[in-house]
């Protein structure tokens, strides 16, 4: 079992590039979520998905793209890329569990540089 | 979702415990409380959650004051390992729509 794994750990992309990270669940968890966490700041949410071929925009959802095409795969599309998306990126996902609570298991991140 | 209050940094002596409160003094009657902790830019980790009543795992235990308005969590025998940011969360509907907002979190250092 091995989580949420994210690929790739590092890029670095020049301006204007596009590319796609990676996200994968082995958890069969019906949700799954994109947050990106810049320099001494908490998380933000910037898309995410509450099952296959549903998707919902986070906070900061602006140059990005997601889709959801099997519960397993939630890849994240950087368009025309910013140095302002330098940052970290963390993959999730979860399950509601009958109490009602919904705990969430991180990736162990994406460390995105924009030159 | 209620926002929360947390210091900004603690210590902790090896072996102690450790004690990290929140204040979340407008949190409504259907949300929970949920601690995370991130360990040096890996990704946040879930150590508990609950609801009303004080919770207890392997990790940790939550205590909730009767009018909800505080918790604290308790780590009870704080290693170096347990240095972190420990981010207190209250949200609705179990944070299915992500809608966790992280905040700065308390950086606990647990010295030798």
């Known amino acids: 079992n091995a989580g949420v794994t994210q690929t790739p750990k590092f890029r670095i992309l020049k301006i204007g590039q596009s590319m796609t990270l990676q996200c994968t669940q082995d958890m069969n968890h019906n949700y799954m979520y994109w947050y990106r966490q810049d320099p001494g700041m908490g998380l933000k949410l910037i898309y995410y998905s509450v099952g296959a071929g549903i998707t919902d925009k986070g906070e900061v959802p602006n140059g990005y793209n997601v889709s959801r095409s099997t519960t397993e795969d939630f890849p994240l599309r950087l368009e025309l890329a910013a140095p302002s998306q330098t940052s970290v990126y963390f993959c999730?996902?979860?399950?509601?569990?009958?109490?009602?609570?919904?705990?969430?298991?991180f990736g162990a991140g994406s460390r995105l540089t924009v030159l | 979702d209620a926002k929360t209050t947390q210091p900004t940094s603690m210590d902790c002596a090896e072996g102690r415990a450790a004690n990290l409160p929140c204040n979340h003094s407008?949190?409504?009657?259907?949300?929970?409380v949920y601690w995370y902790r991130q360990i040096h830019s890996q990704g946040p980790q879930y150590i508990i959650h609950g609801l009303k009543n004080n919770e207890t795992n392997e990790m940790a235990s939550l205590i909730i004051t009767e009018d909800r308005k505080s918790s604290t969590l308790i780590l009870p025998h704080a290693t170096l390992r347990d240095t972190a940011v420990y981010y207190c969360?209250?949200?609705?509907?179990?944070?299915?729509?992500?809608?966790?907002?992280f905040g700065k979190g308390t950086k606990l250092s647990v010295k030798p």
């Open positions: 999730a996902s979860s399950y509601s569990r009958s109490s009602g609570a919904n705990v969430l298991t």
């Open positions: 969360i209250v949200t609705s509907y179990g944070g299915s729509q992500g809608n966790l907002i």
């Open positions: 407008t949190i409504s009657g259907n949300e929970y």
